[in-house]
């Protein structure tokens, strides 16, 4: 209870800065956020190794679940912001970036940090909250890999990114075609995943028996974890209502912006980054104050993380050993990376650009899920290295 009412007066402190009312409804919104990621366990990479590993698609089916939601929340607020979508007009600051093999290699790499490091860059943040001794050092690796995607961007833009198409499906297809393309197949990944599953859910649900307590629901609130189905919905509401007041939800531009400026200062990376800044996305560009809307929605993510795992008894620090800190560091490295060459992570590009109808987050969304599909399955290989 401390920790929730120190939150609601940083929030309220806060609102004396410039901005201060955007800030507030960032570090609440991220409080939110953190609370509902850790009670439900919303990580893309437990939940696609769920599918992959045990066939258990409940994870999987959250995650379509808050896409679907997003989708049609982001379809309302945009048809009234922008009414008719044109080809060449994209909504301001929606998370709409080029489609290129680049973007292919972005989101493999990020796949690949996720089997490496055991989590996505949102779920290394709730997990630091947990006491995870994984998720600083993958946190510390995703810097380093911001920097190294900066040293490697100039060269890959020229290659390829600066001519890359960027598509906003509503502006080919209108809100209500790509509204439907986008739902429909979003069933279909449903419907695929849900076979053979229907008939445990009955069994499951029939089990469950009479309508529970108000005291033992309460209790089940800090116990275990929440249904997958709830982060889903709840993850997909956020995310279409946070655009009503500020950016789309994004968990990495802060860490790229300070990686970006310490980088610079030491000299490493060019002090020109060629059509960067000009794309849409989890934006890295060098903050003159860190009392911004993301670095409030990130405090405020772990701060509501830290508040449900000490509610639900799941804060369980350990000391990490040297493979912790290896792992970290190397999956992180690609997360970062592919991060900073996708101009976003599975929250940023994925969910905020698929809501939005970027192409660009589908296909980095396939991507990823395709580099842990088969990071697991190498990995079996050597059973040693689980």
Not at 127 to 137: K, M, Q
Not at 187 to 200: I, Y
Not at 223 to 233: H, S
Not at 276 to 301: E, V
Request: net charge positive.
């Amino acid at each position: 209870m401390a920790l929730l009412v120190a939150l609601g007066v940083a929030a309220h402190a806060v609102q004396a800065l410039p901005g201060g009312r955007t800030l507030a409804f960032a570090l609440a919104t991220g409080g939110v956020l953190g609370l509902v990621l850790q009670r439900t366990r919303f990580c893309f990479y437990c939940h696609a190794r769920d599918w992959f590993e045990d066939g258990n698609p409940r994870g999987l089916l959250a995650i379509v679940l808050a896409l679907a939601v997003g989708v049609v929340g982001y379809t309302v607020v945009l048809g009234s912001w922008l009414p008719v979508p044109q080809p060449g007009k994209l909504p301001p600051d929606m998370h709409i970036g080029p489609v290129s093999w680049v973007l292919v290699a972005a989101g493999l790499s990020f796949g690949a940090g996720m089997v490496v490091s055991g989590s996505c860059i949102s779920a290394h943040w709730y997990r630091l909250a947990e006491g995870s001794p994984v998720s600083p050092f993958a946190l510390i690796g995703s810097a380093l890999g911001f920097i190294l995607g900066f040293i490697t961007w100039n060269p890959l833009y020229s290659l390829s990114v600066a001519d890359a198409p960027v598509v906003w499906l509503p502006a080919h297809l209108g809100y209500g075609g790509a509204l439907l393309v986008q739902l429909g197949g979003l069933a279909l990944v449903a419907a695929w995943l849900w076979r053979g599953f229907a008939r445990e859910a009955a069994a499951e649900s029939a089990a469950r028996g009479a309508v529970p307590s108000l005291g033992a629901v309460w209790r089940s609130l800090w116990a275990g974890r929440w249904p997958y189905w709830v982060g889903g919905l709840a993850v997909g509401l956020i995310g279409a209502f946070a655009i009503v007041r500020m950016r789309p939800l994004g968990v990495t531009a802060t860490l790229g912006s300070a990686a970006r400026q310490w980088a610079q200062g030491q000299g490493w990376i060019p002090e020109r980054l060629e059509g960067l800044d000009g794309f849409a996305g989890c934006a890295t560009a060098p903050q003159s104050t860190w009392f911004t809307p993301n670095a409030l929605l990130l405090a405020g993510l772990v701060a509501g993380a830290f508040v449900a795992a000490m509610a639900s008894r799941q804060f369980a620090p350990r000391w990490p050993t040297w493979r912790d800190a290896m792992r970290g560091l190397a999956g992180g490295v690609l997360l970062g990376w592919g991060a900073m060459t996708g101009l976003g992570c599975t929250i940023g590009t994925l969910l905020s650009g698929g809501m939005a109808g970027a192409l660009s987050g589908w296909v980095f969304g396939v991507a990823v899920f395709v580099a842990v599909w088969a990071g697991l399955r190498l990995k079996r290989l050597w059973p040693a290295g689980r």
